[in-house]
T-cell receptor, first 112, second 113 residues
Framework: NAGVTQTPKFRILKIGQSMTLQCTQDMNHNYMYWYRQDPGMGLKLIYYSVGAGITDKGEVPNGYNVSRSTTEDFPLRLELAAPSQTSVYFC???????????FGPGTRLTVL | RKEVEQDPGPFNVPEGATVAFNCTYSNSASQSFFWYRQDCRKEPKLLMSVYSSGNEDGRFTAQLNRASQYISLLIRDSKLSDSATYLCVVNGDSGGGADGLTFGKGTHLIIQP
């Protein structure tokens, strides 16, 4: 099993551009999550999904959108990128809500 | 609002020493507790779950004190490779939804030769 994979690993965007961060898991987990982590700070939940077709907002959803068309994939869309969105983005998945979360390697995004 | 508090450190500890750090949580209804390890510029990885009776995994011991709402991590015979940031994670009973996982900001541990 590859676990949770994310692409790209790094990306530089100009202000106002848009992009999609890809996340795929091969563990057949129902729950998937997107977090952002700023330097020296903890993880903040952006969006989560409890299954295909179901998504919900986390703590910091503004400026982002998600979709969950399949169990495996949970892409995160940034529209109109802003410097405040410069961060490391982690995707994670778990089999149950209370269960261990497994993280992807992260995407380092810089918005200039 | 659920909160998980940790001393950010850094804890500078000589190799071979024992080090312990705590984490406090605010949601008394929390049901699941974990310690994650995060190396510099890497993703968080599960170190161990924390059970009510306490649990040990090699040199690592985790304990839960529900009355005082804290969990602890003890590392014995510390190795250079233990240098990392340790995240306290508490999964509260939010009554529905998957947003119950709360991460602490982490405690930075540096093992010195």
């Amino acid at each position: 099993n590859a676990g949770v994979t994310q692409t790209p690993k790094f990306r530089i965007l100009k202000i106002g551009q848009s992009m999609t961060l890809q996340c795929t898991q091969d563990m057949n987990h129902n729950y998937m999550y997107w977090y952002r982590q700023d330097p020296g700070m903890g993880l903040k939940l952006i969006y989560y999904s409890v299954g295909a077709g179901i998504t919900d907002k986390g703590e910091v959803p503004n400026g982002y959108n998600v979709s969950r068309s399949t169990t495996e994939d949970f892409p995160l869309r940034l529209e109109l990128a802003a410097p405040s969105q410069t961060s490391v983005y982690f995707c994670a998945s778990s089999s149950e809500r209370e269960d261990t979360q497994y993280f992807g390697p992260g995407t380092r995004l810089t918005v200039l | 609002r659920k909160e998980v508090e940790q001393d950010p450190g850094p804890f500078n500890v000589p190799e071979g020493a024992t080090v312990a750090f705590n984490c406090t949580y605010s949601n008394s209804a929390s049901q699941s507790f974990f310690w994650y390890r995060q190396d510099c510029r890497k993703e968080p990885k599960l170190l161990m779950s924390v059970y009510s009776s306490g649990n040990e995994d090699g040199r690592f011991t985790a304990q839960l004190n529900r009355a005082s709402q804290y969990i602890s991590l003890l590392i014995r015979d510390s190795k250079l490779s233990d240098s990392a940031t340790y995240l306290c994670v508490v999964n509260g009973d939010s009554g529905g939804g998957a947003d119950g996982l709360t991460f602490g900001k982490g405690t930075h541990l540096i093992i010195q030769p």
